[in-house]
């Protein structure tokens, strides 16, 4: 099956016929199935600290929002969050931040170090746009991933959105590639309906996906928070309103269907922001529509209302073990089964019909082909 293009992607981009749409979803689901099998991997979520020295004009965590109260996990604090991903059965811990350089590069490789040596656990890291040799020291100390999402493809709105910290510092698309060459599983990723987003430009990031080979594509869609200025509406970049993509939950169907088709063996999550937006089954519609990665949640809950990225943020109040019982519960409901390895780009897993007290060893839980 030859990928759409740019004006086929469009086309779909701009579909609203329900029947059109179903058999959208119906082809990335196969695509999906055939490419990264039916496990949904869990990548149990830390949130480490919500300090950020940047001023993103969409985010919640931007330092310029003075009514967020901010907090920074002990190491001790993230440990425990490993030992309960282990205890919780997850292949990966994300350790995720804002941009808070009080997270020192010796102090984040000490913690990697300990989950790799102490653990099987894979180590994903979100930690902003750090320094090359920042991200090399982690690649060393044993990090396996690093999520940056680009945002969006159009360079325009970008730095209209992103303000630059160094004027000299590389772009997001550069540090994407510059993680793929240190050895790293690099996620790229977008959110849907900012302000200023065309059609075009969200074609734009699918093929850019494409041409980035990125291993993790997240997508979700923007929601407006009223302490940001793209949120509040004193920045509004300029557009065709015909051309204003919309942040609804049909956007973000459709983007990560037509992901799933042009990228057929990325690890695709259904987000936490589409929960946000859809708290019955958002994420569950999700994982019908072409995901198989979920992000439960293992940051304390005192601090969960303290990341507040965006408003109204699911799962909140939710300790981890009901975050995980939830997701297993969604998850069994699709007939689909939770991913027991670290669940890396090219991994298929394969159900093995027999109760987990049955089977000698975690490993023996699933057989791992290699695509
Ligand atoms: N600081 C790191 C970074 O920027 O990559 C990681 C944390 S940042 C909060 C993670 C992601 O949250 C961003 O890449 C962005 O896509 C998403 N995000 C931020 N503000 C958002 C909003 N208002 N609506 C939806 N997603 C948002
Ligand atoms: Fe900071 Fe990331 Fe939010 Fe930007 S998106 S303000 S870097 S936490």
Redesign the pocket.
């Known amino acids: 099956m030859i990928a759409p293009n740019k004006a086929e992607l469009l086309g779909w981009l701009h579909e609203s016929r329900p029947a059109r749409l179903q058999a959208l979803y119906e082809w990335a689901d196969s695509v999906r199935r055939r490419n990264v099998g039916d496990s949904v991997h869990l990548r149990g979520l830390i949130e480490a600290s919500s300090h950020?020295v940047r001023q993103?004009m969409?985010?919640?965590?931007r330092q310029g929002n003075g009514d967020l109260p901010r907090y920074r996990m002990t190491r001790e604090e993230i440990l425990d969050c490993a030992r309960q991903a282990v205890q919780l059965g997850y292949g990966t811990v994300v350790i995720?931040?804002?941009?808070d350089d009080a997270l020192t590069a010796d102090w984040i490789a000490e913690i990697v170090r300990w989950i790799k040596r102490e653990t099987s656990l894979a180590v994903t890291l979100?930690?902003?746009e750090r320094r090359e040799e920042e991200l090399r020291l982690w690649r060393a100390a044993g990090a396996d991933r690093y999520?940056?999402?680009f945002?969006t493809s159009d360079e325009n709105l970008f730095r209209a959105i992103h303000p630059h910290r160094f004027a000299d510092g590389p772009d997001r698309l550069t540090l994407l590639r510059q993680l793929k060459a240190l050895g790293y599983q690099a996620g790229g990723?977008v959110?849907v309906g900012i302000p200023g987003q065309s059609f075009s430009s969200l074609a734009d990031d699918i093929l850019m996906f494409r041409a980035l080979d990125l291993d993790m594509i997240g997508i979700?869609?923007?929601?407006?928070?009223a302490s940001?200025p793209l949120?509040s509406g004193a920045l509004r970049p300029p557009i065709d309103p015909a051309e204003q993509v919309p942040s609804n939950e049909e956007m973000v169907y459709k983007m990560i269907a037509l992901t799933r088709i042009v990228c057929p063996d990325a690890n695709i999550p259904s987000t936490t922001?589409l929960a946000t937006i859809n708290k019955v089954d958002g994420r569950k519609q999700g994982l019908k529509v072409g995901a198989n990665v979920v992000m439960p949640n293992l940051t304390p809950v005192k601090y969960r209302s303290m990341y507040q990225?965006?408003p109204a943020k699911a799962c909140i109040d939710e300790s981890a073990s009901d975050c995980n019982q939830c997701l297993r519960g969604q998850i069994r409901s699709l007939g689909r089964f939770a991913g027991t390895g670290p669940g890396g780009r090219g991994a298929v897993e394969i159900a093995i019909e027999a109760p987990v007290s049955a089977l000698p060893s975690r490993s023996a839980q699933f057989v791992q082909l290699q695509a």
Do not use: D, K, V
């Open positions: 950020c993103c969409y985010c919640g965590l995720q931040s804002g941009e979100s930690l902003g999520l940056l999402r945002e990723g959110m979700g869609p923007y929601i407006a928070h940001t949120g922001a990225i965006y």
